[in-house]
């Protein structure tokens, strides 16, 4: 049995349907489903993703089968829109465009037009009585297919970024130039056929082949290139970014021709059927007379509102689809309707209008920012559109974490002035240096520093700048624009179509109205009104809204697995609280040797190191040191006061705390009154080939007994101090890097022994765990004999993921971008957790673990413990609880409770 | 149920028997066993290894019912003997030893004479009519006391090395001198009734207790001392020599005394079955008058022969047993025949003779040489008192090690001048500098010298120091004095008796026959013969022997799992062919980069790296290269002709190759005409944090396909040139660091690109095999997945160890020696592979590649290949073969056979 490569669709029937997203991609799958729902769709057909695949399986050919599938399905097409492809008569014209499961937005190519030749264009003169379209729409083919099919599709782009496409555009504007046009439209009927021959002749001088007046070659050309545009660059480095795997593949649409540029009683508009920026249900879009869909995402023309809801500051001028074709609004507005009743969610709509009649020519779930989609979830909710638990689903972590980006402080916005106005287009406040270029963009974000990149308008080529910026300006476009879409996706701030904009790239200078802004001056955006400010804006953290209240209160109701976080300071713990953290997972009792306040420790330390032959020598620092062990942990035990603070004993090598810099080694010879010499061959000493496997957590504990003795007395004691105030302090004492439960039991005697001795002192129970991380390999496969002695584990995947891989993090980062690259892992494992890998020790973990004591209380600390996805993997492992960063505790309880809804969805 | 801690044995009964040494120890099953064979055994009771554990699990207090279970024993005691504990009249004296499952001689504690005080000395006067004995027995058993029940077992060990022992015997020294006595027999029964007075004074003053003069106490007091000394420094450090566990404690034998000192019909001796050096089956021992045991085993009198065969050189003027006490000697003779056929070995045995009459202490499988060990094994076959598969299993990896050891080339020794002569306790030959301290000897090994240590006589103190000689040296003591017997255990060159040697420890130096030699000088052993030489004489490796051709033919027979080498040169593929190697299992290509030769192909490869980020110079380099690899891998598999060679692709870190000392960085820069900064900042770039698991294995091929590209345009080539000259090359490909299948394709594309490029330049099939290694955690979880692509894995178990244990082989030495010694891990993970956490990845990893590919061929080339536990594991787990240095073959071959053998019998 031969493969099906081809669905049909057309004439309010289809051979596809919306759930058929992985084999006909989310466009062909929405064109079929719109098609059985009744609503005006040009009559098309979808090449599988299937194909696509195949198509790379089998060295990049097309399988044999396709193309005569592809005209069978095309007499469909004829028979429904009534015309004939290649037809000297009545010809049908395509479009070709990719559609992948999920949206790429202008990642992949297109072209449209497609059948336009010698053949067929006397008879469409003749049928359409407008030889000025005609030849607009031919010249635009050649053009594009010059370009995607004949040019990239083969591989064939100069180095130099000069292609077909730039030549082409080039010859226009000269010819413009020449003949003192301003405008396209000024072109007349005979310049187009001229121009349209004088491409043609640069396409054959330039590519060495003719541009093929064979409409059946065009089509086939045309597939070829769609497939070929899945291995594009661009696409690719998209794909990198969004975690979209490489053999998904790409469907083709082969879909009728319809145009919004024949005239004054055409047009060509996209809208979503509720607000996408702020949620509102309101139908929200743009259209443009006379054009065609190209114009309006590509944002050269500003487009014009599509109803009273839709009119702001920037196009309030204009007039509405709305007050100019009000039938055609109407019908648009059931078409919405009976859009969301069937989807049940908030969709993006392309249309076109040809000659008064509505065509839909696109649908699919829509982009929102954070706010937007917490803001729906809840009234969709409210509608009964969908349940609390799709609610819960609804927001994914990254749009809550946008939720809670920083904004501009707005009682500082008073004290500067609002040079521009444009498009919000992405929410949030930035500010950052102006930067011109992508190259610039990523230079600085390198070095840390924040970047707001500056450009006319952004293409597919920009996506690592935009990634790399903290915000993003732009001179043109709408709020369906490359760069408004794009920046939504990922929560940026952003800000299009701010008109008074003009970038001189040759001299690096921004001007606005008559004042240039040169490269390095600071920029303030506040991307969810659109204002920008030409000086340097304060940030804040946003509120906690009703909104945000509201649905995390929804959210608490589904989540089983807890919630910790990691931190080391009463800052971060207060935070954390805030956030609504349930206790501390990690605490480093290392921070205290970083950063504030943490000179004297650190000298301490650092003597403490150089006598590590001399026990008595080594107490007597330990015991100094007490005290600011003691100040630490009990300050933030206070602060979590009832809840559970997990220490982690001193971890890392010691040399890590060893001067490396001139400067510090000559202050650390000042304090240690030693020389230089010393403190060089000191730290060289003890420095190691592999600190990652060498000295450091539970090995320093056992080497150097008294390290354990002196923390645990502090912990204990500062306990009871807590206990003595009348708090209630819940200490758990966690053993870093163990590989065998007999340093459990080694440590523990330490531990219990100075237990018995403070509790004594104090004439008081000090209550408390004892556990271990689990993030050695040879810990989980031993975590049966582990759990004997430890009451808790903790996985630290981020050791756990270095040593199964075998990747030390300071050193794969250009080999994971590599891997990632060539497409042997799927995504950088530190950032997910490797489920077929590192998750299967997780998982023996979990099970070996439980299987010798069945209450083991089991959590993570890595940072995977704010990742989604691997937060839900961990809840599907049977943990206790996550912990993570502060800021990202209120993901990880989105995760978790998402988590158990879709566990309950498979049962 | 209360546990039952003491056993019975005497009178030709007991409760235990041989096989319970584990509950027992050998030396208690042992004396049980010859009980029920109805030997004459002085009647006692065995306390269980069970009431060590429990002791110290009870921080070091003998279990409540214990005492009385062994005044219940002991009442049995007196009715075999027919006298009594601590009775005025007849009392019955006891001894006191330790007795682990596994022999540690002279390593714990021993009290002599126990019961004897002021009540019981006059009846054992009367009864024995000889004063003399008893109050020698009686300071005897008050210096023994006080030094290890009063001092040691109370941690009371001054830490100068004065301890009451040395004070006890100095007082002894002092009152001889004062007297003009020149030996102990000078002593008259008043001089010892004094001195005995003078001792309990002497500790009284010194340790502040009275020396206990009740029999009852004293017992108590001597197995409390025997389970202490368990943990003792020196019995500590040689189990972890030896690698005997800690918890597997010591048993206690109290056994009634019987004396060889009671005149000159009294004796003691020491016998094995068969001579322990040669192995041949003659009744090997030797004997003492009028002494006891101890005198024996501490080489203090050069002791007399057994019989006619076991006359030498150096005792040949003694009488014999058989000379002397013919009837005795014929009963001796008798329970020889008796053991042997009991135990189907040979025995090690202690016998004394008290007045006459002939009683059997101690019998245990005797230690032996290698020689002696494969010897034995074929002789016991012959005379079927063991069949081929206890053949086989009787001579250990270490037995057969020994048997390959090298040997003084006897060309050479006609040369050179015998110096000395001595008792040949352990074989081989050993050349090194005379040293004549432990410390020198340790000092000398860890930088790699050889040395000789000299001493009067060797003590439990000094096994360190004799493990860091090459040979050992000593003027006094039998063939089972303390030197013989460790030297033998080992395996190590070992002379003792030399009784011409005349050591100076002030000035340093040897006299023999008047000259003097210095430490530095060096001497030559022939431990074999027992012939000292004065000078440097040539060594060479064993021939091999028909008895090991004959021994091999026999392990053969029952080896199903295969061996392969670990070679990357001509000479190391030679040498493991001859050694019974069936192939090589790990050939490094980046050897050809060290040692000799390595010049032009480093200075090379130092380019290419420089090059890296350019392709095409890149490119130019890896051309250069090329022949090199050809002519390095072609000579080798030529050598294999038929053998399997598996070549490994280039795996170390790129900047391991990058030169580091100032010379180095000098000859480099003039190489690659640079300038030395350029070198350095160059050689910095590609540093890495932790190189072990950075940019390294099939990641330098995945970053840069080329380096994959030429190794295997070298090796199709070098195979093709092969195949043309008539030759049988067997090529495997193997791919290191592979953590995913992904890995596998990509680097496969590459190799069948060059092998089918290679074939067709040389119009010829080349077969090949395409596998990797598996030495990441990850990959053995995925082992499935790799088992697509891969036809065949290699376990790199070293680097498997360090990410399974996160121990950095660089860094973790001390820490492995710390956790030793705290009894965290009992063994060296990168020595014997830990079967309990890298094992099961081990065998996760087979069974999920089998489970894909059920004839996937497996093997393992980590170090753990030569050893024969892991080995064993290995066969275990199903592997089709091991591969070890070539040394190591026949080690390999052997431990395969008896995993062969011992599987069959679990059955």
């Not at 049966?784 to 430890?790: N, S």
């Amino acid at each position: 049995m031969t493969k099906k490569y081809v669905y049909s669709f057309g004439g309010k029937t289809a051979e596809g349907k919306a759930d058929m997203k992985n084999l006909l991609g989310g466009k062909g799958a929405n064109l079929a489903e719109m098609c059985l729902l009744g609503l005006p769709v040009p009559a098309g057909l979808t090449i599988t993703t299937e194909c696509c695949t195949d198509y790379y399986a089998n060295k990049e050919l097309l399988p044999e089968s396709l193309m005569n599938e592809v005209w069978a399905a095309m007499r469909k097409v004829e028979e429904t829109m009534g015309m004939k492809y290649g037809d000297s008569e009545n010809a049908l014209l395509v479009s070709c465009r990719s559609g992948a499961r999920k949206s790429m937005p202008g990642m992949m190519d297109t072209v449209l037009n497609i059948g336009l030749s010698s053949k067929t264009i006397p008879g469409l003169i003749k049928k359409t009585e407008n030889p000025r379209f005609v030849y607009d729409s031919y010249r635009r083919l050649i053009m594009m297919y010059a370009d995607v099919v004949m040019e990239k599709a083969e591989g064939r782009e100069p180095a130099d970024g000069k292609g077909i496409r730039k030549i082409l555009d080039d010859k226009l504007d000269e010819y413009k130039k020449s003949k003192n046009y301003k405008s396209d439209t000024d072109l007349s009927t005979e310049d187009l056929q001229y121009l349209a021959e004088e491409f043609k002749n640069t396409v054959k001088n330039k590519l060495g082949t003719e541009f093929p007046d064979d409409a059946a070659a065009q089509l086939e050309g045309g597939i070829k290139a769609v497939f070929k545009s899945w291995n594009g660059k661009k696409a690719v480095s998209y794909r990198r970014i969004e975690g979209i795997p490489d053999d998904w593949g790409t469907a083709v649409n082969v879909q009728a021709m319809v145009f919004g540029n024949m005239g004054n009683d055409s047009a060509t508009g996209v809208a979503f059927t509720r607000n996408p920026a702020t949620g509102d249900n309101l139908f929200y879009g743009e259209w443009l007379i006379n054009a065609q869909g190209e114009d309006v995402v590509a944002g050269i023309r500003t487009p014009s509102p599509l109803n009273n809801d839709t009119k702001n500051e920037q196009n309030k001028h204009l007039k509405s689809l709305q007050e100019e074709m009000p039938e055609i609004y109407m019908e648009l507005c059931d078409i919405r309707a009976t859009l969301e009743n069937s989807f049940k969610d908030m969709l993006d709509i392309e249309f076109t209008i040809q000659n008064k009649k509505l065509y839909m020519l696109q649908c699919r779930v829509g982009k929102r920012t954070g706010v937007a989609a917490v803001t729906m979830a809840m009234d969709m909710l409210k509608e009964q559109m969908i349940d609390e638990k799709e609610a819960v689903c609804r927001v994914s972590g990254e749009q809550l974490t946008e939720f809670l980006l920083p904004i501009l402080d707005p009682s500082d916005e008073n004290n500067h002035k609002v040079v521009a106005k444009g498009l919000p287009a992405g929410p949030g406040g930035a500010v950052g240096e102006i930067v011109l270029s992508n190259e610039l963009a990523m230079e600085l974000a390198s070095k840390g520093k924040k970047c707001i990149l500056v450009r006319e308008e952004t293409n597919p080529e920009d996506v690592e700048g935009m990634r790399a910026a903290s915000g993003i300006l732009t001179a043109r476009g709408g709020m369906t624009s490359h760069a408004a879409l794009v920046a939504r996706g990922w929560g940026k701030c952003c800000i299009v179509g701010c008109e008074a904009l003009h970038i001189n790239f040759e001299t690096k200078t921004v001007n606005i109205d008559g004042v240039n802004y040169k490269e390095g001056d600071v920029f303030s955006l506040n991307g969810t009104k659109g204002l920008v400010y030409a000086s340097e804006v304060k940030t804040m953290e946003a509120n906690e809204s009703p909104l945000y209240a509201n649905f995390m209160t929804l959210v608490e109701k589904y989540r089983k697995m807890g919630v910790r976080t990691n931190a080391d300071t009463p800052a971060d713990a207060k935070q954390a609280l805030d956030f609504g953290a349930e206790g501390i997972g990690l605490f480093r009792i290392e921070h205290m040797f970083y950063g504030e306040n943490s000179e004297e420790p650190l000298r301490i330390l650092r003597n403490m190191i150089l006598s590590k032959d001399n026990a008595e020598a080594r107490r007597k620092y330990l015991n100094e040191l007490k005290p600011h062990i003691l100040n630490s942990v009990k300050e933030t035990m206070a602060i979590m006061n009832g809840k559970p603070v997990t220490f982690r004993l001193i971890d890392p090598p010691l040399h890590e705390f060893m001067p490396k810099k001139e400067e510090d080694i000559n202050s650390a010879a000042i304090q240690l009154g030693i020389t230089k010499e010393e403190v060089i061959k000191k730290a060289e000493e003890i420095e190691e080939v592999n600190p990652m496997m060498g000295l450091r957590g539970v090995r320093l504990g056992i080497l150097y007994p008294e390290i354990t003795e002196i923390q645990c007395e502090a912990l204990f004691e500062a306990a009871a101090q807590l206990l003595k105030d009348g708090k209630e302090p819940k200490l758990e004492i966690m053993i870093p890097l163990t590989i065998s439960v007999k340093e459990l039991k080694h440590q523990k005697e330490i531990c219990d022994r100075v237990h018995a001795k403070v509790e004594k002192e104090f004439g008081m129970a000090i209550k408390y765990l004892y556990g271990t991380m689990i993030e050695v390999p040879r810990a989980t496969i031993v975590a049966d004999e582990i759990a004997e002695v430890a009451q808790f584990f903790s996985f630290g995947t981020n050791d756990l993921t270095q040593m199964t891989f075998g990747f030390s993090r300071d050193d794969v980062n250009a080999i994971i971008g590599e891997y990632i690259n060539s497409n042997i892992i799927k995504q950088d494992p530190f950032q997910t957790i490797d489920v077929d890998g590192v998750g299967k020790l997780v998982e023996m973990g979990v099970q070996k673990g439980r299987s010798k004591r069945t209450d083991l209380k089991i959590g993570v600390c890595g940072e995977h413990g704010g990742d989604p996805d691997s937060v839900k993997f961990f809840f599907r492992c049977g943990m206790n609880y996550v912990s993570c960063s502060p800021f990202r505790v209120p993901v990880a309880r989105l995760a978790s409770a998402q988590a158990s809804i879709e566990a309950e969805r498979k049962k």
